[in-house]
């Protein structure tokens, strides 16, 4: 079991930046984690943002944040963060922290991460 606890969200201004910070907890390793971003804007579907492979050498990003987002891992806090330059209004959203232990299976898709964080609002004023 792994518990996630996501910290870090607000309101900024468009153009700025925020960094999000998932704490996990629980029984199994952290470095058995392959940890993912996901957002839920209003209105709108959860999607995917982000994720970051065990070791932290792998990343993947949803094209609209590519070059913006910055996911990384720090493996001896047991802590994925995301840090978010260039703010757009539409990077409005409740920002979700994901973890997953299978091998396999897309990194992109919300039903293959078992574990969630309570989400954390992130507002992006123009």
């Known amino acids: 079991q792994v518990q996630l606890a996501e910290s870090g969200g607000g309101l900024v201004q468009a153009g700025g930046s925020a960094r999000l910070s998932c704490a996990a907890s629980g029984r199994t390793f952290f470095t058995m984690l392959t940890m993912g971003w996901f957002r839920r804007a209003p209105g709108k579907e959860r999607e995917f943002v982000a994720s970051v492979s065990r070791n932290g050498g792998t990343t993947d990003y949803t094209d609209s944040v590519e070059g913006r987002f910055t996911i990384s891992r720090d493996n001896t806090k047991n802590t994925v963060y995301l840090q978010m330059n260039s703010l757009k209004p539409e990077d409005t959203a409740v920002y979700y922290c994901?973890?997953?232990?299978?091998?396999?299976?897309?990194?992109?898709?919300?039903?293959?991460?078992?574990?969630w964080g309570q989400g954390t609002q992130v507002t992006v004023s123009s």
């Open positions: 994901a973890a997953r232990d299978v091998v396999g299976g897309s990194r992109r898709g919300f039903n293959e991460y078992q574990y």
